[in-house]
């Protein structure tokens, strides 16, 4: 609701309410944080975390469901969304494997990575780094914190 109500003024924006992933409709636990729910996420929190004294206070079960499925399903033109933002808290990787279909339109991508553990079992900056290379995506510059937003830019042959 507070999405709604902060884009409510901007008549071209839209607001969706979906757990995006590598599969659809598959229950997984979503564990709420304690930090006005802006860590939340399907992971548990990892050792590096704790050194911000998250922790988990409500767990929801939510459905997942595939980007590429919810494009099609909201007859979304993929073409006209080629910069991307990717938050995720620890999901990016599992979203981009659910989005390969879209991902082949976009150019560029703004990504936030970890280089250490923050999510239990949560993406790390080097397997996404590999997973994008295979779609010819590069970063524009190396982490330099364990936590950070890094673009990616997609090498056009």
Same mark, same amino acid.
């Given at each position: 609701?507070?999405?709604?109500?902060?884009?409510?003024?901007?008549?071209?924006?839209?607001?969706?309410?979906?757990?995006?992933?590598?599969?659809?409709?598959?229950?997984?636990?979503?564990?709420?944080?304690?930090?006005?729910?802006?860590?939340?996420?399907?992971?548990?929190?990892?050792?590096?975390?704790?050194?911000?004294?998250? =922790?988990?206070?409500?767990?929801?079960?939510?459905?997942?469901?595939?980007?590429?499925?919810?494009?099609?399903?909201?007859? @979304?033109?993929?073409?006209?969304?080629?910069?991307?933002?990717?938050?995720?808290?620890?999901?990016?990787?599992?979203?981009?494997?659910?989005? =390969?279909?879209?991902?082949?339109?976009?150019?560029? @991508?703004? @990504?936030?990575?970890?280089?250490?553990?923050?999510?239990?079992?949560?993406?790390?900056?080097?397997?996404?780094?590999?997973?994008?290379?295979?779609?010819?995506?590069?970063?524009?510059?190396?982490?330099? =914190?364990?936590?950070?937003?890094?673009?990616? @830019? =997609?090498?056009?042959?």
């Amino acid at each position: 609701q507070d999405l709604i109500d902060n884009i409510y003024l901007f008549h071209n924006q839209k607001a969706f309410n979906y757990l995006f992933h590598n599969t659809d409709d598959e229950k997984l636990n979503f564990y709420i944080s304690n930090n006005d729910s802006a860590s939340s996420s399907i992971f548990k929190f990892g050792e590096e975390s704790f050194n911000d004294n998250l =922790k988990t206070i409500n767990t929801l079960k939510l459905k997942t469901k595939k980007f590429d499925t919810f494009v099609d399903e909201q007859k @979304i033109n993929i073409d006209e969304y080629n910069f991307w933002i990717i938050d995720a808290q620890g999901a990016e990787l599992l979203i981009m494997n659910g989005a =390969k279909e879209s991902l082949k339109k976009c150019k560029s @991508i703004y @990504i936030e990575v970890s280089t250490k553990d923050y999510y239990a079992n949560g993406a790390r900056y080097s397997d996404l780094k590999n997973f994008l290379a295979s779609l010819n995506f590069f970063p524009l510059d190396e982490p330099n =914190k364990s936590h950070q937003d890094v673009l990616f @830019i =997609k090498n056009e042959k």
